[in-house]
């Protein structure tokens, strides 16, 4: 299967359990992978024939910074939920969140969840 990759995609919002984070905010680091056939647009050239990378930001960016949730997971999950209703060819998504300042009893470290996701064949039009 082949996919499109979104690396280290960076936004300022407002996620987490504790009340200094939904004050304060910080900065959430997402990385996406959607897979697809790309072999029509592998052998056009034609653009109609793959997704859109700034599309599949603005969804991105628009689940992160439009809403609040108190877990990265659920972030998570709102995100692969957007980008599947973004293009219904996209039959399979891995989303990780990265969350660089989170609150950790030690001096360095960064926390990420990741989750993958398959389209149920259900959900096809």
Known sequence: MDAIHLQ????????????????????????????????????????????????????????VTRSRFHLIERLAGA????????????ERIAVKVHKPGAPLPIAAGHVSVEINRTRSRDETP
């Open 79 to 90: 995100i692969a939920e957007a980008v599947f209703e973004l293009d219904p060819r996209i």
């Open 8 to 63: 280290d995609l960076s936004f300022y919002a407002f996620h987490g359990v504790h009340d200094e984070e939904a004050r304060l905010g910080q900065r959430f680091v997402v990385d996406l992978s959607c897979w697809l056939d790309l072999g029509p647009a592998s052998r056009s050239d034609v653009y109609a024939q793959t997704l859109c990378y700034a599309s599949l930001t603005r969804a991105v960016e628009a689940v």
